[in-house]
Nanobody, 115 residues
């Protein structure tokens, strides 16, 4: 397993969750790490991404509420999710791309927000 995710679960609206994803060392030098999500019946969408240097970007629907960060020494990316809404309910996937443009995906972690 090359990307291991943790931190999903069930939370009430306006609550918080923190997702973590650690990449194994055999992936190589990771350039970009990101979080995607896929809700039932919808396409997978990019939620947030972060470069090695710390440049970040977010989908408009989560700006201000979500924060992506990474620890390069640990090959780990985090997604702090605050003020969660029912529409944030989805399976969240970790993504990594290395310096050879190889892409890796995590197995997905379920986030469910109840109203």
């Amino acid at each position: 397993v090359q990307l291991v995710e943790s931190g999903g679960g069930l939370v009430q609206a306006e609550g918080s969750l923190r997702l973590s994803c650690t990449a194994s060392e055999n992936i190589g030098r990771i350039i970009v790490m990101a979080w995607y999500r896929q809700a039932p019946g919808k396409q997978r969408e990019l939620v947030a991404h972060i470069s090695t240097g710390g440049t970040t970007d977010y989908v408009d629907s989560v700006k201000v509420r979500f924060t992506i960060s990474r620890d390069n020494a640990k090959n780990t990316v985090y997604l702090q999710m605050n003020s969660l809404k029912p529409e944030d309910t989805a399976v969240y996937y970790c993504y990594a791309r290395n310096n050879y443009a190889l892409v890796y995906w995590g197995q997905g972690t379920q986030v469910t927000v109840s109203s």
